[in-house]
């Protein structure tokens, strides 16, 4: 019976965010991009801007927990695209199987939103960059692996 109202009180909690509007679901598809915020511009060496910084951070979310898969690391949040930048991206690239050019385009954002974004990786640091960087993120409800996807915009 606790689990039952566990799960009741969380899929009311984010029906209610829904219906006011404060996130907007995304049913039937699985973490990916909005195309909108950050998801929607490309990003390189060189680049200065707060959406870098959410790059980063998604990138030390996902370093975390498979940074020893791919030899992904920490990196300061720095909103700079420098050397350490450019290289954990193509190391993340590589791993996922993309063209590892250091370029955070759509087929980056694509597979930065699906790491960084899924249930199992809710409530990180991570997980909350790719949602604030215009990821469709899982969230995660009740105890049973179910989930929600929702999105900033």
């Not at 390189?44 to 030899?71: E, F, K």
Request: glycine residues 16%.
């Amino acid at each position: 019976m606790r689990m039952m109202k566990r799960f009741t009180a969380a899929a009311a909690g984010v029906a209610a965010l829904l219906a006011a509007g404060t996130l907007t679901a995304a049913p039937a598809q699985a973490s990916g991009v909005t195309g909108r915020g950050c998801t929607a511009y490309v990003y390189d060496y060189g680049g200065y801007s707060s959406c870098v910084g959410l790059i980063q951070r998604t990138l030390n979310g996902i370093a975390a927990v498979r940074g020893g898969s791919y030899g992904g690391y920490q990196l300061a949040v720095d909103n700079s695209f420098g050397y350490n930048t450019d290289t954990n991206v193509t190391r993340f690239q590589s791993y996922v199987g993309i063209t590892a050019d250091g370029i955070v385009g759509s087929n980056t954002w694509y597979q930065l939103c699906r790491y960084a974004g899924s249930y199992s990786m809710y409530g990180r640091d991570g997980w909350y960059a790719a949602y604030d960087a215009g990821c469709i993120v899982e969230v995660p409800v009740g105890t049973g692996g179910g989930y929600y996807n929702i999105s900033r915009y």
